[in-house]
C-alpha cells in the first residue's frame, strides 16, 4: 500500500510542478501538504478489509472473509466491532502498551545473588557420584568453612546434641577450614525430587544465634543461618529471568483483561486488579525481601489475602485485587522498576498517556552565571526551571514508593517528618539506612535546612502539593481526566498506532471531536480504536 501511495505522489508531481510532495522522505512543508492531500486515494473495500484486521486482529483476512464482502458496498462495522470483542484484539493493545510502557525489565536482578544455588559433583570412593549443592556466596563459605569457595564432604552431615552442624577441621592449602557434610532437602522448586545440600546451607532456622531473621540479606554469611526450610531463600538456575519474564506478564495480563473487560480506560491507571502465577507469589513471600540494593517490601500483595498457589506452577494466573494505595499500571513492579526515579515515572506517564514530553524549549536554554546555576531546587534554577517547576510536583505523586526499588512507603511506618532523621542529620547520632534512604539527613546550602528530617519527596515541594505525596498517582490521573489532556492524548496515541505515523497540525479538530466522543463513551477504548480505524484518515493512509 505504502508502494502505491508513492506512485501517486510521483504522479502528481510530475503532472503538477506545484505539488512539491514525495512520501517518505521527511516532512513537507505545510503548503506542499495541501497541494498534495486531495490526491492521495481513499482504499477500496479490500485494502481496507486487510488494513483493518491486521491493525485489530494482527492476522490478514479469511478467504471467507473476502467472499463474504465481495456482495457488500463496504465492510461492515459490525465485524470490526466483533474483531475488538476478541482475545486477538486485546492481544493487539497489550503489545501496544508495552511500547507506550516500555515494559522490560530483563537487565534487572531480582534475586540475591548470596543466595543463588550452584552445584559440584561429588566421588565418594566405591560409591556411584552425584550432585552436591551450596551457596554461591563466597563471604558464606568463608564464614561457614573458613575459605573462600571451599565445599563441603561428601558424606552424612553430623550434628550435635542442640542441632548445630558439626564440621571437621583440617588445614588445606595453608588454609585451616571446617568442613561439614550434606543433607537430603526436598527443595520447592521440584518436591518431589530430593537433591543433596551442603549442610551449612541446608540449615532451617528462622532466626539466627543473634536472633535477627536469616530471610534478611544481611544474614548470608550468618554461620546460623542457611536457606531455610524446603530451601525457600534460596534459587536455582535461570529463575531470576523467568521472574523477570513473569512480572512483565503480570502487566500484559492487566491489559488484557482490562480490554476485554471493556472497562474505562483509565481505571488501567488507576485501579487495583494484578495477575500471580505460582512462583510470583512464592517470591513476593518468600524472596523479595532478601535483596536490599533493590528493595520490594512491603510488598505488592496482601499476604494474607494472597491466593494459596504452588511455587512449581509457572502457567496457572490468579487475578488479585491490590491494596487501595495502588495505582494501577504506574504502581506496577514492572513500571517501579523500568523507571527507578520518581522523575523518570512522573515523565513517562507524561510523553506516554497525556503527550506532554519534557523537553527544552526549540532555542535552546539560556546560558545562567554561577549563582543562578546553583539554585538547589529545580523548580526555580535558571534553565532547569523550564521543565522542573511542573516535573517536580508531578514527580512527588510517587513519593510514597521507594526509589531504585518498589516497595511501598507506608504512612503508619515512614511519617512525613521523622525526629530520628532530623536529629541524625545533625549529628545526634549515625542514621539508619531507612532514614539514609528516604528521609533527607544532609543538606549542600541553607536552604534545604527546613527540609531535614522529611520524606526526600518533600524536599521543596509547595504546600499546595503535598496531597500529590499523600494521594498518589492515582490523584494524576483524575486530574488530567478531568482537564481533558488525557482523553485528548488518548485519541492522540491511539491514533499514531493505528495510521503508521504522527498526527499533523491540521488534524486537531478532528482530535478533539474524537476526544469528546471517547469521553462522552465513558473511556471505552475499544471504542476509541473503533472511531480512528473508522475515520475517513485511516482510509487514506493505509
Not at 51 to 65: F, H, K
Not at 70 to 93: F, H
Not at 343 to 368: E, H, K, M, N, T
Not at 459 to 466: A, N, S, T
Request: proline fraction near 6%; charged fraction near 25%.
Amino acid at each position: 500500500m505504502r508502494d502505491s501511495l508513492e506512485r501517486v505522489c510521483w504522479w502528481t508531481f510530475v503532472t503538477c510542478i506545484t505539488c512539491m510532495c514525495v512520501f517518505g522522505s521527511g516532512p513537507a512543508t505545510a503548503q506542499q501538504d495541501a497541494a498534495c492531500r486531495d490526491e492521495v486515494p481513499r482504499v477500496d473495500k479490500y485494502e481496507f478489509l486487510r488494513a483493518a484486521s491486521l491493525d485489530l486482529r494482527g492476522v490478514v483476512p479469511t478467504i471467507e472473509e473476502y467472499e463474504a464482502l465481495a456482495d457488500l458496498e463496504d465492510v461492515p462495522m459490525e465485524w470490526l466491532e466483533e474483531w475488538t470483542r476478541g482475545e486477538a484484539y486485546a492481544a493487539r493493545v497489550v503489545r501496544r502498551h508495552r511500547a507506550l510502557l516500555w515494559s522490560n525489565v530483563s537487565n534487572l536482578r531480582l534475586l540475591d545473588g548470596d543466595y543463588g544455588l550452584s552445584s559440584f559433583r561429588a566421588r565418594p570412593a566405591g560409591e556411584p557420584s552425584f550432585d552436591i549443592y551450596l551457596r554461591n556466596s563466597g563471604g558464606a563459605t568463608t564464614a561457614y568453612r573458613g575459605r573462600r569457595g571451599q565445599r563441603c564432604d561428601p558424606v552424612p552431615a553430623i550434628f550435635d546434641a542442640m542441632g548445630q552442624v558439626v564440621c571437621e577441621t583440617r588445614l588445606e592449602m595453608g588454609v585451616e577450614v571446617c568442613v561439614e557434610g550434606y543433607v537430603m532437602v526436598t527443595p520447592y522448586w521440584a518436591p518431589e525430587e530430593p537433591i543433596a545440600v551442603c549442610a551449612f546451607d541446608a540449615q532451617t532456622a528462622e532466626l539466627s544465634a543473634s536472633e535477627i531473621p536469616c530471610a534478611e540479606t544481611s544474614r548470608a554469611g550468618d554461620p546460623s543461618c542457611g536457606c531455610g526450610e524446603n530451601m525457600k531463600w534460596c534459587s536455582l538456575g535461570a529463575r531470576d529471568v523467568d521472574l523477570r519474564k513473569a512480572l512483565a506478564e503480570d502487566v500484559d495480563r492487566r491489559v488484557a483483561a482490562h480490554v476485554i473487560a471493556d472497562e474505562p480506560y483509565y481505571e488501567l491507571l488507576s485501579g487495583r486488579r494484578a495477575f500471580l502465577n505460582g512462583p510470583l507469589q512464592f517470591w513476593w513471600t518468600e524472596q523479595a525481601q532478601h535483596y536490599d540494593n533493590l528493595p520490594l517490601t512491603p510488598g505488592v500483595i496482601d499476604e494474607e489475602t494472597a491466593p494459596d498457589m504452588d511455587p512449581t506452577d509457572w502457567d496457572t494466573w490468579e487475578e488479585i485485587t491490590l491494596p487501595e494505595h495502588h495505582s494501577g499500571l504506574l504502581t506496577s513492579p514492572v513500571f517501579l522498576l523500568r523507571f527507578q526515579t520518581n522523575r523518570a515515572r512522573a515523565d513517562r506517564f507524561y510523553d506516554a498517556f497525556l503527550c506532554q514530553p519534557f523537553q527544552p524549549p526549540a532555542a535552546g536554554l539560556p546560558v545562567i552565571d554561577d549563582e543562578q546555576a546553583r539554585d538547589p531546587d529545580l523548580q526555580t534554577r535558571a534553565g532547569c526551571n523550564y521543565c522542573h517547576a511542573l516535573l517536580e510536583p508531578a514527580a512527588a505523586h510517587w513519593g510514597r514508593w521507594m526509589q531504585q526499588g518498589g516497595g511501598y512507603l507506608d504512612p503508619d511506618v515512614y511519617e512525613d517528618i521523622s525526629d530520628e532523621c532530623r536529629r541524625c542529620g545533625m549529628g545526634a547520632f549515625s542514621c539508619s539506612s531507612a532514614c539514609r534512604q528516604h528521609y533527607l539527613t544532609r543538606t549542600y546550602s541553607p536552604r534545604q535546612e527546613p527540609y531535614l528530617g522529611m520524606l526526600r519527596a518533600y524536599e521543596f515541594l509547595r504546600e499546595e502539593h503535598y496531597d500529590n505525596v499523600e494521594m498518589g498517582p492515582a490523584k494524576l490521573v483524575r486530574e488530567a481526566v478531568a482537564d481533558d489532556r488525557f482523553p485528548q492524548c488518548s485519541v492522540r496515541r491511539t491514533a499514531e498506532w493505528l495510521f503508521g505515523r504522527g498526527l499533523r497540525d491540521d488534524e486537531a479538530p478532528w482530535v478533539s471531536e474524537v476526544s469528546a466522543e471517547f469521553y462522552g463513551g465513558d473511556f471505552r477504548y475499544r471504542e476509541l480504536s473503533l472511531a480512528v480505524v473508522g475515520s475517513e484518515t485511516y482510509r487514506r493512509v493505509r
